[in-house]
């Protein structure tokens, strides 16, 4: 896969975009660059920031919808399937991550992603020699 209009591609973790949509003035802003950069996010991505607007934020349905379709607009969707699952297992015993962070993980290196914004994992860490996870608030 590659990316459209971009050197390196990046990869966005669920806590990125969260805070774009949120409320933290300097982290909203980093995460809205970051987002208007046209990065990857994956659909589990869109399935976890779908869940913490509704349950945390009580968002309704329909708000939702309207803010991560216009988001949507901006990035490239990487679907999660059986490949990027086995490979999550694999990163998993690798890495010692959790399921649901390797599961990111194994879809940006499925993208061929350079880079990994997440605030959740190691910074700096290297993944597999490819793929570097970086905090953008740091």
């Not at 490949?83 to 940006?108: K, M, Q």
Request: with cysteine; aromatic share 8%.
């Amino acid at each position: 896969m590659t990316e459209r209009g971009a050197e390196m591609p990046v990869f966005l973790d669920s806590n990125i975009v969260l805070y774009a949509l949120g409320d933290d003035d300097k982290k909203s802003r980093i995460a809205a660059a970051l987002i208007e950069a046209s990065p990857w996010i994956s659909t589990q991505v869109i399935n976890e920031c779908s869940h913490v607007l509704h349950r945390k934020l009580q968002w309704s349905p329909g708000k939702i919808d309207e803010h991560l379709s216009a988001m949507l607009r901006l990035v490239q969707l990487a679907d999660v399937g059986l490949s990027e699952i086995r490979s999550a297992w694999a990163l998993a015993e690798r890495y010692g991550f959790g399921h649901y962070d390797s599961l990111i993980v194994a879809a940006a290196l499925h993208t061929g992603s350079a880079t990994l914004y997440t605030e959740d994992m190691r910074h700096e860490q290297v993944i597999e020699g490819r793929l570097t996870l970086i905090n953008p608030f740091v």
